[in-house]
């Protein structure tokens, strides 16, 4: 899977289907074929990031 704001393969997993980005320090989760995109603030709130590609990259990261 590749992060889908940066599309960086350096991602986490922190929940179900929710997921953490190490290089652009977004979080994003996945419900079916619907991606979000949040940004982390410095209160650790979450803000929804408007992005124009939700497409998700998926395979084995090898």
């Not at 996945?30 to 410095?42: I, L, P, Q, T």
Request: glycine share 10%.
């Amino acid at each position: 899977m590749r992060c889908p704001s940066c599309t960086s393969r350096d991602i986490g997993k922190i929940g179900a289907n929710q997921y953490y980005c190490w290089s652009c320090f977004a979080e994003f989760n996945v419900s079916g074929d619907e991606v979000r995109v949040y940004e982390v603030a410095e209160d650790g709130s979450l803000i929804v990031v408007e992005h124009p590609s939700n497409a998700l990259e998926y395979g084995t990261g090898a």
